[in-house]
């Protein structure tokens, strides 16, 4: 009876003291920074998000010139936070008016970047929304007329890093450009971050450049009837003068 | 080094493996009224009139040569929808077993008409059919008769209708708070307030059916 | 967007130093409840562990609501537990704030079109500060969250104020402008809930 | 019951011969109260960032180190420079902030020290309906002053201590006592289940733990023959560099058994961890501080930082010299009064601190045990062998020098009491530890044998 | 509220604490009804419900690879084998047919099975974890979260997303392995193991953690086949039974997983069945899962010259497929974590499933808590509770 006494405060000054050195090793450790691969803190605010890879499934991004409004992203997703229409432009293509993702709902499956055809919808390495800022235009916030302005890789990072900062606190050249790229006027509704591609301006415009294309199409074509009529007319006439003539010909021999 | 022998115990016997037909015909031959049917993709089950189902699931349990000593799982699904020939609108309860000593499966099924769901309960038989049990009672809608806690386990206690039958209508509100956001795209059309507890008789399609799915599932 | 006081207007030039130095101190530590429901409540653990460190901002989790600030909605709100999360937020005591983490919280998130028990959006029950997409979101995005609520925090008035509700005179409303076609999150009108009917 | 010389002093200066009873308080608020507040209390404070940042360090993280005094400072200039226009006064805190101190003061957390405290000033003073009203408020003050009152007899330096009292030990026992009323009292007053049974566990757990303390200070006594704490430090005096040999930890091993278990037995009474059931986190979600907010729990949070310091002060008070240095006297006693005075307090503010960090790294690294075990523990394990040390002090000191009463040794400095000198002092170690490891390793053969599974998790032989 | 509990009639008064939906140590939204004597329970009752996501109603609403991201809900601790555990099942529903059958490449085989298993053991880091916070061990608890920080960045890396991965598809896996994952994999293998060996000294062989978990809530062997419980509850008891082993599915029959059994480990107070046998068999899984990550890799077949991202998941044929399954039922399960992950999958030929029913582990774990909790201490749930690693969503699908 007494050996297990003895036993049990061995074993519990036993294991009190290994716990013991072992969290003094973890201190010790910690202080002079060798805290291993995994434990490295990381100050968020301070320092800039580590985003490991290039697969990272953040916030989606639409290219406006290659989406075709086909909704297959609307079919795949479970959620349905896709709010999307499409309007014709100039050479007839479907062009996206409006292309909202509801971030609210959305859960970063990946589904919808497999099913889109034209791989024109991709998913960023973006995840910070920042509100407060008046410059808090959301990374793919661009309205119509700036439609023409292509976006690579490298301006995306650069748009999301600029987009989040307040507008007063930027260069000039990068307010400059961004000014060219993100519309200080849109508004946020909760979760619906919307893209408007195709605004009724830009649908007038291009239904005025579709009729103009159909009026020059008419006109043309109208030039190349009359300018045919006109050859066979003139090819008429001549092939008449031809017989007069011939039969001018054939008449004096008939008199002489 | 990790997978020290087996502790010894009498679980551990040498498996007699049976295969389905055998169990079926050792079954059938203790209670004929058991039938050996197969599934549409050719998945052999047992199904039992629900009067019998106690006494077969004790012979499960108990016969030397079967021993189902683990029931894997015990769920349920409405057939109102299934193309199948004759079309049923019953209600089935199926029975997935599993036996450690011989490492044999079985399914056994059970069939009961929507309106009287009504099968006496196997949680005497494995315990944990006691939760399993209360699900299915909690989802689908069947009563299982002597079940000695049948409360709902899911939903709250409070909660109208059985949520996995086909033509099951979504709630409006609950606890006075709508169900869908304002402005929500799927805003289901003002159905009627059901009238207090009994579920509304014409169930209203709150929502439009899932995109260009086929025949089968009906609008949730 | 109500008016913002700005801290210019000289003849409140007291309060609101008394105000700054007070939610100076609100700001930098912010204990938050201990409220994992789901998904995001795995990535909550993983922000208060050694990686992302909230604790380095001086969050720490408190157990109770008497002793905490913020409530973090991490995870999924069903219908049966809506009148719970109404109840510890009653229970925090007054400087309280609530940050809706995930979307399904948000909105419902992934259970919001199918599902019939999950309720679509937590500030139906009560009203949220700080909106953070993500399913769930990375521990960043959680602590960008939390940066944006602390601008919510710094605006917070604690001195002279007898009858409005200190939150709204703030001005600065919810975090991602008002909800689709109506007054901001924050007012506790008629749309907003009053949680359940007695 | 003399007051000190310099209260009785001041006392007379204040109101001639003959002190008023208002003068003879003044007196003592100045002379003691005062500066132990000044060593206590700020203690007590950096205890809190003491806990998270040595906590911080071993989860292999960095704890507060974000939070600066940026906003005590801009309160200061706001207030300073009224008449500065508000971008001046900003750029000039900026500037104040960027000196090279202040950084160091952010990585350490003590800025968070102060947001913390600025935050529960502010949170609001929430009463719960069904509180027991006057005792919901009373607990957290009485919490406090049962943390405070030992230290009236706690000699912080040659002659700083209040009470030079004759049972200076008994009183601090059982002034500690009062702290159980306030946990009982928050427990019951919360009107709530969870503080109820919080409170519960904490009155049987201090008070079953009276008992070890209790007879650990006994030994003390028996060992240094008054109970007045002052002449306890004074009987551990030695002047030599070797001071330390002197100290009654060092004296025999049944000492340093007792000044273990009169420092487990105190981390108990303060429900520290492995001992903190009372507000166990996981099961009683707080314990009794469960339904306090803002100061009120932070007044609880302040007492159980003070006892820890009060703790500590015992431990080194009776076994590690009190305010003594380790390397002798003799440097000290040359240099002035009022400097030997704060060299003094700075050394026992030293062991103290000391004391509180070793009880922060206990607390990050034991689990908690449960109510029973901590019961068994107390009765089963330490009071036996309390008892074993007190037989064993009173057999060597019968042996050593042929009396028991420990009146005999009066002031002789602590070497030389053995009459057989160095050899006595060999003595009185090894005969103890040879029968310990006899007994050790007769146990060990036959309890000890750990399961294989569990020495290839432990990276043993695999 | 569930109010009509029947209260026997006891000696002395009976206090009915509520460990309530929100609280601190029942992992998630899980509510305990004690009723109990003072310190001593006298019955606690769960009640659930309380993150009931219909998950099961909507599989039946989304089509076959659209309810892949609900799997990942189902079990957000061990995401990965959960979609394992769906994906292998509406595989076999498909293969019931000749003409639907899909075969699934080798390599993504492989790469399913260490990714399951690099998911097992960040799974039985948060249950090992959250059992030591219980109990009062912070730091523990914070080492194995810093661990898991490792996992979460080679699945960050391989498919985008830390905890909902959505990666096993049908028909193969999502991506293919990024380029040097194979060393990232090792490395991080490496260090983990010893820093388990650290965590063990720091918590497992403490004696206060050890005898605050010996001898408490033991289970019979049969009783745990009665109640249904499985994974390592069921090996805690002493029953020999993994289905990775005993009914290999995907490439686990060649890999000879070991099964660590319950054997009483902590010696002379501990008894076969207890929660410390629970506890030590899910720190031998963790070992025996580095064992097969390493033997999987080595089976690794080498990548396609054009290293298609989706190998053998989202193919053509697995769409067309998908499109028009076989009518009829099937049930199959595969080993997650915290037990068999069974899924019964009816199918009526069209795109969206009939019935989608997964049963999980934790659910049939809280079956035996009204029985096991009789007389223990209050103390004590919290160690049953975290000894059985109850995930809720589990529980309430």
């Known amino acids: 009876m007494i050996l297990a006494w003895v036993n049990g405060i061995y074993e519990g000054v036993d294991s009190f003291i290994g716990g013991m050195r072992l969290t003094a090793r973890f201190l010790v450790e910690n202080l002079r920074g060798q805290g291993g691969a995994t434990a490295v803190t990381r100050q968020y605010p301070q320092e800039p998000a580590v985003v490991v890879g290039n697969r990272v499934r953040g916030h989606l991004f639409n290219k406006a010139e290659i989406c075709i409004v086909c909704h297959a992203c609307d079919k795949a997703c479970p959620v349905d936070c896709f709010v999307m229409d499409g309007e014709r432009d100039e050479n007839n293509k479907m062009r996206a008016s409006r292309f909202d993702i509801d971030l609210s709902k959305c859960i970063y499956c990946g589904l919808c970047v497999r099913a889109c055809p034209t791989d024109s919808l991709s998913m960023t390495t973006g995840f910070e929304v920042d509100p407060h800022q008046d410059a808090a235009r959301y990374l793919f916030r661009r309205s119509s007329d700036q439609l023409d302005k292509h976006l690579d890789e490298p301006d995306v990072v650069r748009m999301a890093r600029l987009a989040n900062q307040p507008r007063e606190g930027l260069a000039a050249d990068d307010r400059a450009w961004l000014d060219g790229i993100v519309n200080p006027a849109g508004e946020h509704l909760i979760g619906m971050y919307g893209m408007g591609y195709f605004t009724p301006e830009q649908k007038a415009k291009a239904d005025a450049e579709r009729e103009r294309k159909k009026k020059e199409k008419e006109a043309a074509a109208a030039a190349a009837k009359a300018a045919k009529a006109a050859l066979e007319k003139a090819a008429a006439e001549k092939a008449l003068a031809e017989k007069e003539a011939a039969a001018a010909v054939a008449k004096p021999e008939a008199g002489a | 080094m990790t997978s020290a022998a087996p502790a010894g115990s009498e679980l551990q016997a040498p498996s007699s493996k049976l295969d389905n037909a055998a169990i079926a015909e050792r079954v059938i031959a203790a209670h004929p009224t058991v039938a050996a049917r197969s599934s549409d993709n050719g998945q052999p089950y047992l199904l039992v009139p629900p009067a019998e189902i106690v006494r077969v699931a004790t012979l499960l349990r108990d016969d030397a040569a079967l021993r189902f000593d683990s029931l894997m799982d015990l769920t349920g699904w409405d057939l109102s929808k299934y193309p199948a020939t004759p079309p049923s609108s019953d209600l089935v309860v199926a029975y997935f077993l599993h036996s450690l000593a011989h490492r044999h499966h079985l399914t056994v099924k059970v069939q009961v008409p929507r309106e009287a769901a009504e099968v006496p309960t196997v949680s005497g038989v494995w315990a944990v059919a006691n939760y399993f049990e209360r699900e299915v009672w909690d989802l689908l809608g069947v009563r299982f008769a002597e079940h000695p806690n049948l409360k709902r386990i899911m939903t709250p206690d409070d909660w109208i209708g059985h949520p996995l039958r086909k033509d099951y209508a979504y709630p409006q509100s609950y606890n006075g708070v709508a169900h869908l956001r304002e402005g929500q795209r799927f805003e289901p059309p003002p159905a009627p307030k059901p009238a207090a507890a009994a579920p509304p008789a014409a169930p209203p399609a709150p929502r439009p059916p899932p995109p260009a799915s086929g025949g089968g599932a009906a609008a949730p | 967007m109500t008016e913002i006081i700005k801290p210019g207007n000289d003849e409140q030039v007291f309060t609101t130093t008394v105000d700054e130095f007070l939610a100076w101190g609100k700001e930098n530590s912010l204990f938050y409840l201990l409220f994992a429901t789901a998904c995001c409540g795995i990535e909550l653990m993983q922000t208060g562990g050694p990686r992302y460190d909230v604790d380095r901002l001086g969050m720490i989790p408190r157990a109770t609501p008497r002793q905490a600030d913020l409530m973090i909605i991490a995870g999924t709100i069903t219908h049966k537990m809506a009148s719970r999360v109404r109840t510890l937020w009653e229970q925090m005591t007054e400087p309280r704030w609530v940050v809706s983490m995930g979307s399904c919280a948000n909105s419902g998130g992934p259970f919001s079109k199918y599902s019939y028990s999950v309720l679509n959006g937590v500030d139906k029950y009560i009203p949220v500060d700080v909106y953070i997409p993500g399913c769930p979101p990375r521990p960043e995005a959680l602590i960008d969250g939390v940066m944006a609520l602390r601008e919510r925090v710094r605006k917070y008035r604690t001195v002279g104020i007898r009858d409005k509700d200190p939150h709204v005179v703030q001005g600065a409303d919810c975090a991602f402008g008002s909800h689709p076609g109506k007054a901001s999150s924050l007012e506790l009108g008629a749309s907003s809930p009053q949680g359940p009917k007695a | ?462 | 509220m569930s109010s009509d509990l029947a209260i026997e009639s006891a000696g002395g008064e009976r206090m009915r604490i509520n460990m309530g939906p929100h609280h601190p140590a029942t992992h998630g939204v899980l509510r305990l009804i004690v009723e109990c004597d003072g310190e001593i329970v006298s019955s606690a009752t769960p009640d659930h419900g309380y993150l009931h996501r219909s998950i099961e109603k909507i599989g039946e609403c989304v089509e076959w690879p659209m309810f892949v991201p609900y799997t990942d809900r189902v079990d957000y601790v061990c995401a990965m084998n959960a979609n394992l555990a769906y994906c292998v099942a509406v595989e076999k529903l498909l293969a019931t047919d000749k003409t639907t059958a899909v075969q699934v490449p080798r390599r993504a085989e492989v790469i399913r099975v260490i990714v399951a298993e690099l998911n097992r053991i960040s799974s039985h880091l948060v249950a090992v974890g959250a059992m030591s916070m219980d109990l009062g061990a912070y730091t523990p608890f914070l080492h194995g979260i810093a661990q898991r920080e490792g996992v979460n960045d080679i699945f960050e890396k391989l498919c985008g997303q830390r905890l909902t991965y959505n990666y096993i598809t049908i028909g193969g896996v999502g991506f293919d392995l990024h380029t040097g994952a194979v060393e990232e994999i090792e490395s991080f293998l490496a260090q983990f193991e010893k820093e388990m060996i650290r965590f063990n000294k720091l918590i497992t062989t403490n004696t206060i953690f050890r005898d605050r978990c010996a001898g408490i809530a033991v289970i019979s062997a049969a009783e745990a086949v009665a109640y249904g419980l499985v994974g390592p509850n069921l090996r805690g008891s002493g029953v020999d039974w993994d289905i990775r082993r005993d009914e290999p599915y995907g490439i686990y029959g060649e890999l000879g997983v070991r099964v660590p059994v319950g054997q009483g480990y902590a010696g002379r107070t501990g008894k076969v069945g207890d929660c410390y046998d629970r506890f030590i068999v899910r720190l031998l899984e963790i070992n025996e899962s580095v064992r097969l990550i390493r033997a999987a890799l080595k089976l690794l077949p080498p990548a396609a010259e054009k290293p298609a991202d989706p190998v053998g998941g989202f193919q053509a044929d697995v769409a067309k497929a998908l499109r028009k399954p076989p009518k009829g039922e099937i049930r199959v399960r595969t080993e997650a974590p915290r037990g068999e992950m069974g899924y019964v999958i009816v199918s009526d030929g069209t795109k969206t499933p009939y019935r989608v029913r997964c049963r999980t582990g934790s659910f049939t774990a809280c079956s035996i808590f009204n029985k096991l909790m009789k007389g223990i201490f209050l103390a004590d749930i919290v160690t049953v509770i975290g000894s059985f690693d109850i995930v809720v969503p589990e529980i309430d699908r």
């Open chain 4, 1 to 462: 019951m003399t007051l000190g010389p310099a209260v009785d002093a001041l006392a007379q200066w204040l109101s001639g011969p003959d002190p008023a009873w208002w003068a003879v308080g003044a007196a003592i608020v100045a002379v003691w109260v005062l500066p132990v507040l000044a060593v206590v209390f700020p203690v007590a404070a950096i205890g809190q960032i003491i806990e998270r940042k040595v906590a911080a360090a071993m989860q292999r993280r960095h704890g507060p180190n974000t939070v600066g005094i940026d906003g005590i400072v801009r309160l200061v200039v706001r207030l300073g420079g009224f008449f500065l226009p508000r971008a001046s006064q900003d750029r000039l805190v900026e500037r104040i902030c960027a000196l090279p101190g202040l950084g160091l003061l952010k990585v350490l957390g003590l800025g968070q020290l102060a947001a913390d405290g600025v935050k529960m000033i502010g949170k609001e003073d929430f009463i719960p309906a069904g509180t027991d009203g006057l005792i919901f408020r009373a607990a957290p003050y009485l919490a406090l002053t049962g943390a405070f009152l030992p230290f009236a007899v706690i000699p912080f330096a040659q002659d700083l201590v209040a009470l030079e009292v004759p049972v200076a030990a008994l009183y601090a026992l059982a002034v500690s006592g009062v702290t159980v009323i306030a946990l009982l009292m928050a427990g019951w007053g919360s009107g709530n289940k969870f503080s109820l049974l919080g409170g519960m566990r904490a009155v049987a757990q201090v008070i079953s733990y009276e008992i070890p303390v209790g007879l650990a200070i006994a030994g003390v006594v028996l060992w240094c023959g008054t109970m007045d704490l002052h002449q306890i430090v004074a009987h551990q005096y030695n002047g030599e560099w070797y001071s330390f040999l002197g100290w009654n930890i060092v004296q025999s091993p049944f000492l340093f058994l007792l000044a273990c278990i009169l420092f487990f037995g105190g981390l108990a009474e303060c429900q520290r961890t492995p001992f903190d059931m009372a507000e166990a986190e996981s099961e009683l979600v707080s314990g009794f501080n469960t339904e306090y907010s803002g100061l009120r729990w932070g007044m609880f949070a302040m007492a159980e930082y003070t006892e820890m310091i009060l703790v500590g002060c015992l431990v080194s008070t009776l076994f590690l010299g009190g305010y003594q240095s380790p390397i002798g006297e003799n440097w000290i006693i040359t240099l002035a009064p009022w400097l030997q005075t704060i060299l003094h307090v700075g050394i026992f503010a030293a062991k103290f601190t000391a004391f509180v960090v070793l009880m922060v790294w206990i607390r990050w690294t034991l689990p908690r045990f449960r109510v029973d075990q901590v019961m068994r523990l107390c009765w089963l394990t330490l009071v036996p062998l309390c008892l074993v040390c007190l037989f064993g002090l009173a057999l060597t000191m019968l042996l050593a020098n042929g009396t028991v009463t420990g009146a005999a040794f009066g002031r002789l400095p602590a070497m030389q009491h053995l009459a057989l000198g160095p050899v006595g002092y060999l003595l009185a170690w090894a005969i103890p530890v040879a029968v310990a490891v006899v007994l050790i390793v007769l146990a060990r053969r036959k309890y000890g044998q750990m399961h294989p599974a569990l020495r290839e998790l432990t990276g043993g032989a695999s």
